[in-house]
């Protein structure tokens, strides 16, 4: 369901716009109106008010209206990302080949949106955990070593050990 089109207002519209095209299609369709309308009259109404509602809803809170321009991204009203970013509807994003800034405008969008994408921010927490652990185990493994044999580098050790094992095998 397109909000937009169900509020029959251009998708840059203003607050105002967005405001006054509520107030008529909220008094047309408003339940107290169609109380006396037959069953199915009074329920198309009131499921109509309920769309109108949250389309108003939607559309006069900043963030709101944000999230939903970039989840139905001019695609007939098509839903172009899941819940956690997985895309699985493909934008129909077209790719122009134009003198202008045009097409780098649009394939830069395209790169800030993913990387926003909850899935790409988690997996990039992830790596980066996971990195940090590593970093972190490699130089404990490193201080463990130096608490245990002070004096004695990993390489003097190895050489003793060889030494002792040379002896070892001469008697």
Not at 95 to 111: C, H, M
């Amino acid at each position: 369901m397109d909000h937009y089109k169900l509020l029959g207002l251009s998708r840059n519209a203003s607050k105002e716009e967005i405001k006054e095209a509520f107030r008529k299609l909220a008094m047309q369709f408003h339940p107290d109106k169609h109380a006396h309308s037959p069953k199915s009259v009074r329920d198309g109404a009131t499921l109509r008010f309920k769309q109108v509602s949250e389309a108003y809803e939607v559309l006069i809170d900043d963030r709101k209206r944000v999230d939903y321009n970039l989840r139905y991204n001019n695609n007939g009203g098509r839903r172009t990302s899941g819940g956690y970013g997985y895309s699985y509807n493909r934008p129909n994003y077209s790719y122009r080949r134009t003198a202008n800034w045009d097409g780098f405008v649009s394939k830069f969008e395209i790169a800030v949106r993913f990387l926003n994408t909850r899935a790409f921010l988690l997996n990039l927490a992830l790596a980066g955990a996971l990195l940090g652990g590593t970093v972190i185990i490699d130089m404990s493994r490193e201080e463990l070593w130096k608490m245990r044999n002070p004096g004695k580098s990993f390489e003097d050790a190895m050489e003793s050990i060889e030494k002792a094992k040379a002896l070892k095998e001469k008697t």
